[in-house]
């Protein structure tokens, strides 16, 4: 039986296709038979990724090849509504990178607790996401498997920072470093947390007198409107020169994170935060939001609160200490006894 892994492979590089790509080499590496189809359309091809040009026909297939084992990274609700419907006749198994199915009511949530059902397993990496997800859809707990998504990154992605962003953080006496998918402002506001980010700078630039220089990584700009807001509201502040977006950017963040002095992760709903773990590995202290279960190495504040992320980021910036942190499994290992539970 084939065993596909169906997501996407940067770019854009975000902490999902980040994770798919990692994956999928890996798993290559142990078994020649596992490949992924690229849904992102990325053009990237190798003898692990196949490249998905038309979305919708490569689900309208699947009553008609062999059966396959389908690993689904997706989020999009479409896509596994697509899954649902046209790959019952495949072995499933899902692995959930954020919270958003939760919020999913009427017909959507019949449909992902439809596809619930007839998954193999389901993969998510938040012990405190058991309840929300019972809460919501009819699970059968020995389908559960609770696994970390981040692996670390291999010496062969190391590419080197541009020279701007390498001068941008030189200029700085202090640096930090964020990052988002995409610029969103939905119903829990500013999910990446971008305003607590001004706010924080504007109190380290501002009224502390710090000269600190802000990195912000975003694979896909998305909402314009309120991107181009939250630029006005720097240059209103003064901080332009103190802030440097670096919009899909051909740079691997790890690479950022490493050479900055912090690592800030606001967002209001998260599962790990690959980031997170990218920048512990490379000795940056970590402060983020504690919306979900992060390594005990990171500095937690109160999720929305940029007093509280203020108070812990400013002696952590001060101290300019590096912390060590080593990942808790080989996920790899770990997927590849999954499959050859199926296979």
Known sequence: MKKEIWGFYPPPIGGISIY??????????????????????????SECVMRVKNRILEFLKLPFVPKRLIHAQFTNFYLLMMLYLFGWKHDIVL????????????????????????????????????ALLREKYDIDSGKIVLLPTYMAP?????KGLTTELEEFINKHEYSISSNAHRVINNVFGDLYGIDQLIDLMNRLVNEKGLDVGMVFCIADI???????????????????????FAVNSPVNGFEVWAHTDLFVRATMSDMEGVSVKEALQFGTPVVASDVCTRPKETVLYRTGDADDLFEK?????LERRRVTYVPEVHVENEIMRIYSLLV
């Open 154 to 158: 291999e010496q062969s992605e190391v």
């Open 222 to 244: 998305f909402d314009y409107e309120y991107y181009d807001k939250c630029v006005a509201r720097i240059e209103e502040l003064g901080l332009t020169e103190h802030f440097c």
């Open 95 to 130: 692995t959930l990178h954020n919270r958003r199915i939760v919020l999913l009511d009427g017909w959507k949530r019949k449909v992902v607790n439809q596809l619930f059902r007839r998954a193999k397993y389901i993969i998510y990496n938040d012990p405190a996401y058991t």
């Open 20 to 45: 798919c790509k990692r994956l999928a080499e890996k798993l290559h590496a142990i078994d020649e038979s596992v490949i992924m189809r690229d849904f992102a359309q990325s053009g990237y091809e």
């Open 313 to 317: 980021v400013y002696p952590l910036l």
